[in-house]
């Protein structure tokens, strides 16, 4: 029984352990601490809520500035459009992926353009290795694309200003050129 106690000993010693452990023969005092006179404290604090994304009529938002472009002079009628994902340049966060379904929602029941399906265009964005949800930065990235799907026109969209209230600007671009032919902006209200 020394034996496999040396041993121990010995192993405890080499590990650093004994100066953890307490000798034998010794006793420790422990205080308990008096729970009557310490009121209890929760061992979770609470964790704060994260910021509510407001929820908007996107489609009826939207719908104003779709109607003024449908009627934009010297746009030939069955012309494919590209509509680009709307960017997000507000103080906060907007939900841009529901706005832009809402756009193309907005736009299939028009006659004046053939909108390119939004699996098209996912397909030439992995084509060119970008991601689906990847949006292009600038407007010449998108009419690149708009160029390779073999569109006329890109709608480029950017929301800006108070995320409450934010403002949707709306370009219409020949995308041969490059020229913006109808412009138009609205503040999209709660």
């Known amino acids: 029984m020394k034996k496999y106690l040396l041993v121990a000993l010995a192993a405890l010693t080499l590990s650093g352990c004994l100066s953890r452990l307490p000798l034998p023969n010794t006793v420790e005092s422990v ?5 009557k006179k310490q009121p209890q404290q929760s061992a ?18 939207l719908q ?23 960017k997000n340049n507000t103080n906060g966060v ?18 004046t ?8 265009l996912t397909s030439a964005r ?6 689906s949800e990847d949006s292009f930065s600038s407007r010449s990235k ?5 160029r390779i799907v073999n569109a006329k026109y890109l709608l480029y969209s950017v929301f800006s200003g108070d995320a409450k209230s934010p403002t949707l600007d709306m370009q219409l671009m020949l995308v041969q050129t490059g020229e913006i032919i109808w412009s138009g902006n609205d503040t999209v209200e709660p």
């Open 142 to 146: 998108a009419i690149g694309l708009a």
């Open 64 to 86: 104003p500035l779709v109607n003024q472009m449908l009627e934009a002079k010297g746009v030939t009628a069955g012309s494919i459009l590209l509509v680009d994902t709307i």
């Open 113 to 120: 353009f053939s909108v390119l399906p939004e699996a098209r």
């Open 31 to 35: 205080t308990l601490p008096d729970t």
């Open 126 to 131: 992995q084509g060119l290795g970008l991601s």
């Open 44 to 61: 979770c604090e609470e964790v704060p809520q994260p910021p509510k994304i407001q929820q908007l009529d996107w489609l009826r938002s």
């Open 94 to 111: 907007l939900q841009t992926s529901k706005a832009t379904s809402a756009l193309y929602t907005a736009l299939m029941s028009n006659s």
